[in-house]
């Protein structure tokens, strides 16, 4: 473990990334980000508020059960309710009460998530509006502009998330647009203490990603994102993609993968040297019933529970798990009351938050690496087991 002492003013700039504490075994660190709607600790898991709501959840209930940064959405917000009314009500953080930190994703990746409805040019992309139809353009100037409009603290270049496969012919040509959009993203106007991070692309394609790192850290951004990645590949191509990207980007800002959930997944992306992370699964799963737990998913709506008044995950110290049990959540589910997918999100949530926090805690005692070799064996055990 390497020590690095506070060194910072009382009051960083936004933008400042302070590495507390490295890993000596591996490229995880502890580190603290600082907004300008306050400081982030890392490693960090955003919930996803991809229209200016986490689902079902209030903002109270993102700050009990440990979140400090979320996430909304330049295309959708762009539609609905449109960034115009957005401003109007002071910007993003007063629109939708929530006081911390805020990133918003630039579209990017609305370019590879509806392929079907829209067309890409040099420009940006026509998208036709899931909602009603219309033809709506964005690219980077456009994207820009209606973050500045929303007000986050920390806006995404516009680029071309690329599928899985994609050949390198194809990921070089999207690269070489991806930097052209990123350089004009950095050059737009932004929102006073906005911070902007590039996006490194490439696919599968190491040569390709480090030549995208290079060119975006020599125009030095704030911040760096890994993208391209649980787009439906493999989960050693995804680390791959990781490797590619990590060594090439500046030891000293912070670097954020995105997409991505999953807790063995995360904690294998800590220890290459990843700070933060965002997914939609903690939410999406508890509406289909599913409870993460440390230990793996749970089908709270299986027959099994019925009668289980246990908590949703022993040992959790969550609202729902504090307060009820198996057997009510599932019958809650099962009747369709909208309560059983609300406490489902606020465990879900909970364990994510937790599990990072917990995570940080190893790295700032120096037991990262076996905290790492210890979760692969529970891992290893449990899919031995079922």
Same mark, same amino acid.
């Given at each position: 473990?390497?020590?690095?002492?506070?060194?910072?003013?009382?009051?960083?700039?936004?933008?400042?990334?302070?590495?507390?504490?490295?890993?000596?075994?591996?490229?995880?660190?502890?580190?603290?980000?600082?907004?300008?709607?306050?400081?982030?600790?890392?490693?960090?898991?955003?919930?996803?508020?991809?229209?200016?709501?986490?689902?079902?959840?209030?903002?109270?209930?993102?700050?009990?059960?440990?979140?400090?940064?979320?996430?909304?959405?330049?295309?959708?917000?762009?539609?609905?309710?449109?960034?115009?009314?957005?401003?109007?009500?002071?910007?993003?953080?007063?629109?939708?009460?929530?006081?911390?930190?805020?990133?918003?994703?630039?579209?990017?990746?609305?370019?590879?998530?509806?392929?079907?409805?829209?067309?890409?040019?040099?420009?940006?992309?026509?998208?036709?509006?899931?909602?009603?139809?219309?033809?709506?353009?964005?690219?980077?100037?456009?994207?820009?502009?209606?973050?500045?409009?929303?007000?986050?603290?920390?806006?995404?270049?516009?680029?071309?998330?690329?599928?899985?496969?994609?050949?390198?012919?194809?990921?070089?040509?999207?690269?070489?647009?991806?930097?052209?959009?990123?350089?004009?993203?950095?050059?737009?106007?932004?929102?006073?203490?906005?911070?902007?991070?590039?996006?490194?692309?490439? @696919?599968?394609?190491?040569?390709?990603?480090?030549?995208?790192?290079?060119?975006?850290?020599?125009?030095?951004?704030?911040?760096?994102?890994?993208?391209?990645?649980?787009?439906?590949?493999?989960?050693?191509?995804?680390?791959?993609?990781?490797?590619?990207?990590?060594?090439?980007?500046?030891?000293?800002?912070?670097?954020?993968?995105?997409?991505?959930?999953?807790?063995?997944?995360?904690?294998?992306?800590?220890?290459? @040297?990843?700070?933060?992370?965002?997914?939609?699964?903690?939410?999406?799963?508890?509406?289909?019933?599913?409870?993460?737990?440390?230990?793996?998913?749970?089908?709270?709506?299986?027959?099994?529970?019925?009668?289980?008044?246990?908590?949703?995950?022993?040992?959790?110290?969550?609202?729902?798990?504090?307060?009820?049990?198996?057997?009510?959540?599932?019958?809650?589910?099962?009747?369709?009351?909208?309560?059983?997918?609300?406490?489902?999100?606020?465990?879900?949530?909970?364990?994510?938050?937790?599990?990072?926090?917990?995570?940080?805690?190893?790295?700032?005692?120096?037991?990262?690496?076996?905290?790492?070799?210890?979760?692969?064996?529970?891992?290893?055990?449990?899919?031995?087991?079922?």
């Amino acid at each position: 473990m390497v020590y690095f002492p506070p060194h910072m003013t009382t009051d960083p700039q936004p933008g400042t990334f302070e590495i507390q504490v490295s890993d000596a075994r591996t490229r995880a660190r502890a580190g603290l980000l600082h907004t300008a709607h306050g400081a982030v600790e890392t490693p960090v898991f955003m919930p996803v508020g991809t229209q200016a709501t986490v689902k079902a959840l209030e903002p109270r209930d993102l700050r009990e059960n440990g979140a400090t940064m979320i996430l909304g959405n330049t295309y959708h917000l762009m539609l609905r309710p449109g960034a115009d009314v957005v401003a109007g009500a002071g910007g993003l953080h007063r629109f939708m009460g929530w006081d911390g930190p805020i990133l918003t994703d630039s579209g990017g990746f609305q370019v590879f998530s509806l392929a079907k409805m829209r067309k890409l040019t040099p420009e940006g992309c026509w998208f036709n509006s899931h909602i009603d139809g219309r033809r709506v353009f964005l690219g980077p100037k456009e994207s820009m502009e209606v973050q500045r409009l929303l007000a986050s603290d920390i806006a995404m270049v516009f680029d071309e998330c690329l599928p899985w496969p994609c050949d390198a012919a194809r990921a070089a040509t999207s690269v070489e647009t991806t930097l052209a959009w990123a350089k004009m993203s950095l050059e737009a106007p932004h929102a006073p203490g906005q911070l902007v991070f590039g996006i490194v692309q490439g @696919g599968a394609h190491d040569a390709i990603r480090r030549h995208c790192a290079e060119e975006l850290t020599a125009m030095d951004f704030p911040g760096y994102a890994i993208g391209g990645v649980s787009v439906g590949e493999p989960e050693e191509t995804m680390y791959q993609a990781v490797e590619a990207s990590v060594p090439y980007l500046p030891e000293s800002k912070p670097r954020y993968v995105m997409g991505l959930g999953v807790m063995r997944q995360m904690v294998e992306c800590v220890a290459r @040297g990843v700070d933060m992370f965002d997914c939609v699964i903690p939410t999406r799963v508890a509406r289909h019933g599913t409870a993460l737990t440390r230990h793996g998913n749970v089908a709270i709506k299986a027959a099994k529970w019925e009668r289980d008044l246990g908590p949703v995950e022993d040992g959790c110290d969550c609202y729902c798990c504090r307060n009820f049990t198996r057997s009510y959540v599932r019958h809650l589910l099962h009747a369709g009351e909208i309560l059983g997918v609300r406490l489902l999100t606020i465990h879900n949530v909970h364990r994510l938050t937790a599990f990072m926090r917990e995570m940080r805690a190893t790295i700032v005692a120096g037991a990262f690496d076996d905290f790492r070799k210890q979760f692969q064996q529970d891992q290893q055990e449990k899919e031995e087991t079922t």
